[in-house]
């Protein structure tokens, strides 16, 4: 009964680079989330995702920032060219259904550092 | 805009003494609260939650208190445990998405 999983723990770029971050939900959720903490900050909403389709994103950069959620497979957070403002931990969530009507269940995150 | 906030970045009791970590809202649409605790390395967990509809629950050595007219709510562990060390976040059901605070790193000394 893996938990949700999230890889690569520890990522780091360089300026400009791309990071793709991946979370695999829990078995049988369909809903995913993303959140970012930034040193000394809580978390943040970035981005809610259900199978194939982005619900809500009011959360996520204008720029750079994308999600996906395909049929198969985990859900990519992708940064392009990357600034070092971008470094923070990286959390995904995931349900069976809307959070706080339905238990989310964290990743271990993703910490990102950009140099 | 921060529609969560937890105003102590941390806190520190003694052991066996009563931990209380505050938590204020500003949106009074939100009827659902939680609280989530963190440690190192690891994605937080979900520790106990209230429906605005309450003012009160409790769970073992958690108790979450609710004060609707105030938009304030608060953890309260009793006794506390030198494993209860971590961060605890609040967090409120927006519409699509939970709303954390900052988190109060709570260190209970031994």
């Known amino acids: 009964n893996a938990g949700v999983m999230q890889n690569p723990r520890h990522l780091v770029r360089r300026r400009g680079q791309e990071a793709r971050l991946r979370c695999s939900p829990m078995k049988g959720h369909s809903h995913v989330y993303w959140y970012r903490q930034l040193p000394e900050e809580g978390l943040k909403f970035m981005v809610y995702l259900q199978k194939e389709n982005i619900i809500d994103e009011s959360g996520m950069p204008k720029e750079r920032f994308s999600a996906e959620f395909p049929k198969e497979g985990p859900s990519i957070l992708r940064i392009q060219q990357v600034v070092r403002g971008d470094s923070a931990a990286y959390f995904c969530?995931?349900?069976?259904?809307?959070?706080?009507?339905?238990?989310?269940?964290f990743g271990p995150g993703t910490r990102l550092t950009v140099t | 805009d921060q529609q969560v906030k937890q105003n102590s970045p941390s806190l520190s009791v003694q052991e066996g003494r009563i931990s209380i970590l505050n938590c204020d809202y500003t949106?009074?649409?939100?009827?659902?609260f939680l609280w989530y605790k963190k440690y190192p390395a690891e994605g937080p967990t979900f520790l106990i939650s209230?429906?605005?509809?309450?003012d009160k629950n409790e769970d073992g050595r958690f108790t979450v208190f609710l004060n609707k007219s105030a938009k304030h709510l608060s953890l309260h562990i009793v006794p506390s445990q030198p494993g209860d060390s971590a961060v605890y976040f609040c967090?409120?059901?927006?519409?699509?998405?939970?709303?954390f605070g900052a988190g109060t790193r709570l260190t209970v000394k031994p």
């Open positions: 209230i429906s605005s509809i309450k």
């Open positions: 969530a995931s349900s069976l259904g809307l959070a706080g009507f339905y238990e989310q269940y």
């Open positions: 949106n009074s649409m939100f009827d659902y």
């Open positions: 967090a409120a059901r927006g519409d699509n998405d939970m709303r």
